[in-house]
């Protein structure tokens, strides 16, 4: 028998609008002091650059202000991806967040340009170093700053489940890195004198810069297109394979996604061909309330419902069945591999016929001749 969920337990919904309000101040919380903390370390960097003259504190100061433009983007992306769905966005805002990586990766590709070119300039001009033992001081105050900042964004983001945060957190800790690198370069300068290590110093922090604007880039374009989600595929795989009743013959062409921190599923599920309407019914919304109920920010979950045939009996536990063709031999587990295949068929007719075996072979014979 098919249990019918609590209706108390589905439509109590006041805590967890509670604590999803609370997730989201926490997240604004996170935007505003990156902003505010973006905008001192930037005038901190341009101080060091216009008491030392230095190329590679420039490379810094620079990737500084993409710092600032990343915390106004992800203010402004924050606040729009908090709002619920409506009847323009059914799926909700979230992917405003993967647009706000988007743009942020694009700038640091530009910064990255900027400072190659003016180290290229001052490699052919010659540059002229002073009061490097400020400059660095100034330089580790900041590195220190932006490590606390970055490491706090990272972990309210991985709270939250806020894309724009961490991936934010990251472009702080990368600046973090490139800062330590200039601080090692220039103590080399400073004890070595060897000037022209400055403009080669800012041209290796350019290409890092470069590296880590192109890996936001694809993280926002994964984002964007709906990449799958190796992690949330296995751990949905783990979830419905816990819940499993004998009812859920079997479970194929799983395809989740995100939308900022909300998660949208839809999958094919095989019952008895004999249940009624009402019978699936209860089933989606176990099914639903497994995958979404205890997530506070909430998300969609789409069953599509197959009838089983004859090729299935063996595989379906189901013990009291006016239909079966076949004794039951043994449940096929749910697992990452199974839940996304896109057929449903389990097992072999009377006659021997492998259907799985033949529908696999059929999609890997269409992979190849499209190749």
């Not at 902003?35 to 216009?50: D, E, H, P, W």
């Not at 990737?63 to 992800?74: H, K, R």
């Not at 400020?134 to 970055?150: F, T």
């Not at 839809?266 to 249940?275: A, E, G, K, N, S």
């Given at each position: 028998m098919v249990e019918t969920p609590d209706a108390r337990r589905v439509t109590n919904t006041a805590p967890?609008?509670?604590?999803?309000?609370?997730?989201?101040?926490?997240?604004?919380?996170?935007?505003?002091?990156?902003?505010?903390?973006?905008?001192?370390?930037?005038?901190?960097?341009?101080?060091?650059?216009?008491?030392?003259?230095?190329?590679?504190?420039?490379?810094?100061?620079?990737?500084?202000?993409?710092?600032?433009?990343?915390?106004?983007?992800?203010?402004?992306?924050?606040?729009?991806?908090?709002?619920?769905?409506?009847?323009?966005?059914?799926?909700?805002?979230?992917?405003?967040?993967?647009?706000?990586?988007?743009?942020?990766?694009?700038?640091?590709?530009?910064?990255?340009?900027?400072?190659?070119?003016?180290?290229?300039?001052?490699?052919?001009?010659?540059?002229?170093?002073?009061?490097?033992?400020?400059?660095?001081?100034?330089?580790?105050?900041?590195?220190?700053?932006?490590?606390?900042?970055?490491?706090?964004?990272?972990?309210?983001?991985?709270?939250?489940?806020?894309?724009?945060?961490?991936?934010?957190?990251?472009?702080v800790m990368a600046d973090v890195w490139t800062s330590v690198g200039v601080i090692g370069g220039l103590l080399v300068v400073a004890l070595t004198g060897w000037t022209w290590a400055d403009p080669l110093i800012a041209m290796a922090v350019a290409m890092n810069v470069a590296f880590e604007g192109y890996h936001l880039l694809h993280e926002s374009m994964g984002g964007l297109m709906d990449e799958a989600d190796e992690d949330l595929i296995?751990?949905?795989?783990?979830?419905?394979?816990?819940?499993?009743?004998?009812?859920?013959?079997?479970?194929?062409?799983?395809?989740?996604?995100?939308?900022?921190?909300?998660?949208?599923?839809?999958?094919?599920?095989?019952?008895?061909?004999?249940?009624d309407v009402e019978q699936v019914h209860a089933i989606h919304d176990q099914v639903e309330a497994i995958l979404i109920e205890q997530d506070d920010h909430g998300g969609d979950v789409v069953v599509h419902f197959d009838p089983c045939d004859p090729s299935e009996c063996r595989h379906c536990s189901l013990t009291q069945c006016a239909i079966r063709s076949h004794d039951f031999v043994a449940t096929e587990p749910l697992t990452p591999d199974s839940v996304v295949r896109p057929d449903s068929a389990l097992g072999s007719d009377e006659n021997g016929v492998d259907f799985t075996a033949m529908r696999a072979r059929a999609i890997t014979e269409r992979t190849d001749g499209n190749r």
């Open positions: 967890r609008n509670e604590r999803v309000a609370g997730m989201h101040a926490e997240r604004m919380r996170a935007g505003r002091l990156a902003l505010v903390v973006g905008v001192l370390i930037f005038l901190a960097k341009f101080a060091a650059y216009t008491l030392t003259g230095s190329t590679a504190v420039f490379a810094d100061a620079m990737e500084s202000t993409i710092n600032i433009v990343a915390a106004a983007m992800l203010v402004l992306a924050l606040s729009i991806a908090s709002r619920p769905p409506d009847e323009s966005h059914p799926y909700g805002h979230g992917k405003v967040e993967f647009v706000s990586a988007g743009i942020e990766g694009a700038a640091i590709c530009f910064a990255a340009i900027l400072i190659f070119v003016e180290s290229v300039r001052e490699l052919i001009a010659g540059p002229e170093l002073q009061r490097l033992d400020l400059g660095l001081a100034i330089l580790g105050v900041s590195a220190a700053a932006n490590a606390a900042l970055g490491l706090h964004l990272t972990r309210v983001g991985d709270k939250t489940r806020s894309d724009a945060l961490v991936a934010d957190g990251k472009h296995e751990s949905t795989a783990t979830r419905l394979e816990d819940a499993r009743t004998p009812e859920w013959i079997d479970v194929h062409g799983l395809r989740s996604w995100r939308s900022g921190a909300r998660r949208h599923f839809d999958l094919h599920m095989t019952v008895p061909r004999y249940f």
